[in-house]
């Protein structure tokens, strides 16, 4: 089955000081896929960086636009009318607050929920189009959004945020043969290889019996204090 999906777009902020920020995650996306399945070649096009690969006898466009993310949809659109491509065959990577981080989810038409690279895409093409969902957590707090997007992943996060990246490479000609679920058991599976080195972390039996060991002494310090008190109820 021929992919339906064409103009894969990342949203996120041009330049070196947003390049690590939760908000360009969709960057970070596209540049994982083209690493993996193509050989990059950007060139300044449609008001973003463009680049072509094929990939199962199918050309394929990806494009990272350089508007700054609330003009997204103006990048989009001029690739859009010049490739004649309608909406159903464009697919947008974007962070995704109201997923926790590493989580990934996929949908198609809807609301922006608020964000503004998805809000200007809208403007110029309506809502019909394929999404990416890229979880990044939320601050708790409305009025922290901006600056919570606008910061960088933690450092503590970096190793897990390159786990996920790899997934979706690996996930990707799933998402070329229209097969959602395909793709998202691969990426969810390659978080999975994340979660097992944090179990091969889990304490040695030697570990664990000097852990009851102190426990033990814990309560034995807890029932002496404990009887201390009854002394003087």
């Not at 939760?22 to 070649?41: C, K, L, Q, T």
């Not at 950007?42 to 960086?49: I, R, T």
């Not at 996930?171 to 395909?182: M, Q, R, S």
Request: proline content about 4%.
């Amino acid at each position: 089955q021929s992919c339906t999906m064409k103009l894969f777009v990342g949203l996120g902020n041009p330049g070196e000081n947003y390049s690590k920020n939760r908000h360009n995650i969709g960057f970070m996306a596209i540049d994982a896929i083209v690493n993996r399945h193509g050989e990059p070649s950007w060139k300044k096009k449609f008001q973003g960086l463009a680049t072509e690969v094929t990939l199962n006898r199918e050309k394929l466009i990806f494009l990272k636009p350089s508007t700054f993310m609330n003009l997204s949809g103006q990048s989009v659109s001029e690739a859009s009318r010049f490739y004649k491509l309608p909406s159903s065959e464009i697919c947008v990577f974007h962070d995704e607050l109201d997923l926790p981080f590493m989580k990934i989810k996929t949908k198609i038409g809807g609301g922006h929920a608020g964000h503004n690279g998805l809000r200007s895409i809208q403007q110029h093409l309506g809502p019909d189009y394929f999404r990416v969902r890229m979880g990044v957590g939320h601050p708790g707090d409305k009025a922290k959004v901006a600056s919570y997007v606008l910061n960088n992943f933690p450092k503590n996060n970096e190793a897990e945020l390159k786990t996920l990246l790899d997934a979706v490479a690996d996930g990707f000609p799933h998402l070329l043969e229209a097969n959602k679920e395909k793709f998202l058991n691969t990426v969810n599976r390659g978080n999975k290889s994340e979660k097992k080195m944090a179990d091969d972390q889990i304490p040695t039996e030697k570990q664990t019996s000097s852990m009851k060991i102190l426990g033990k002494n814990n309560e034995t310090k807890k029932s002496a204090l404990e009887r201390l008190l009854e002394k003087f109820r």
